[in-house]
């Protein structure tokens, strides 16, 4: 019998997944990433579970399907950067996993990896043409064109989370600039404006909820859950930013679907009636009646299950060539 793996590196936890052929998931585990030990450390350590978690022999393993957060060049196999993983600038990381394992490895980057396990298993089956959208702590983005991942130029298509929709005055965003989209909406935005709500006196929920220091996006989501006004309007805005952003995308792309991923999505209702309002609002008219707003369907394993099925194809691919 003959394995597969499925890793997805993010910036706070790394998924490992143990496979069949043909991506059938048959163990997956979840362990701490120590981002600030740096790329030699993470890839190490990671060599070292996939053999003590799973109990294989790293010789029956025939390929690894690696995904993470970051700015993944595929043309050179160097990761440019990642805004939750230090010290990845310019790190070849393919390269760098090709000394350290025997076996065939492909690398992308995580939105691209979830929005093909969307495409293959999840909210996305049957179309051809998606935006996939992750809202965690940061924003990501990937799209399907015509059933292939599109990549752009090096790599870098997709990056909806820094569309600049506020840059003179909008808030700092991880990636240097000013009033990204993803420094309006993701979870660090709206944890960022609930304690702002806090320091402002007005009478809100989150008073009796939580200290301001420790205050999460979803404590925000809690109180507007039970109606807190000023909680529900942080997230309206957001909405509205959010719908902003979709709707320049959508215009430009024509997708058939918009899937909306990642942590924040598990709010679905709170965030996705008003979104679609905006949405709608902003689209022109032929795609405002066509396109609709989903949630993915595959929840975090999305990025293993998209990465091992993109393995599946690039070992199906390179055994035809050797016939
Ligand atoms: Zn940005």
């Not at 143990?18 to 585990?29: H, T, V």
């Not at 003590?52 to 690696?66: C, N, W």
């Not at 396109?291 to 394993?301: M, R, S």
Request: glycine share 12%.
């Amino acid at each position: 019998m003959t394995y597969r793996v499925g890793v997805d590196l993010g910036g706070t936890k790394i998924l490992i997944a143990l496979a069949e052929k043909n991506g059938k998931i048959l163990q997956s585990k979840k362990i701490p990433t120590r981002a600030n030990k740096g790329p030699e450390i993470i890839l190490r350590d990671l060599v070292a579970e996939i053999t003590t978690l799973f109990q294989v022999p790293l010789e029956e393993i025939e390929g690894m399907g690696f995904c993470m957060a970051g700015y993944y060049d595929r043309r050179k196999g160097v990761i440019l950067g990642s805004p939750n993983l230090p010290g990845w600038e310019n790190y070849p990381v393919e390269q760098q996993l090709n000394c350290l394992l025997n076996f065939p490895v492909i690398v992308e980057n995580d939105a691209n990896a979830a929005a093909w396990g969307e495409y293959v298993y999840g909210a996305g089956r049957g179309k051809e043409n998606l935006l996939l959208v992750t809202l965690g702590t940061g924003i990501g983005g990937a799209l399907i064109i015509d059933g292939k991942l599109a990549h752009g130029a090096s790599g870098l298509a997709g990056e909806i989370g820094h569309i600049p929709i506020l840059p003179r005055e909008g808030p700092l965003c991880g990636c240097g600039k000013r009033g990204c989209l993803e420094a309006l909406v993701s979870g660090t935005a709206i944890a960022r404006e609930g304690r702002a709500l806090l320091k402002t006196g007005q009478q809100t929920l989150l008073w009796d909820m939580v200290e301001e220091v420790s205050l999460q996006a979803r404590d925000v989501f809690d109180a507007a859950r039970q109606g807190d006004r000023c909680s529900l309007e942080i997230i309206d805005l957001a909405a509205r930013y959010l719908g902003q952003g979709l709707a320049m995308a959508v215009n430009l792309l024509n997708p058939e679907m918009v899937i909306i991923g990642g942590g924040i999505s598990s709010e679905r209702e709170l965030l996705l009636v008003p979104l679609r309002r905006y949405f709608s609002q902003m689209l022109i008219k032929p795609m405002a009646e066509t396109v609709p707003l989903v949630p993915a369907e595959l929840g975090e394993q999305a990025g293993v299950r998209g990465i091992l099925a993109l393995l599946d194809n690039f070992l199906s691919e390179k055994g035809k060539k050797l016939l």
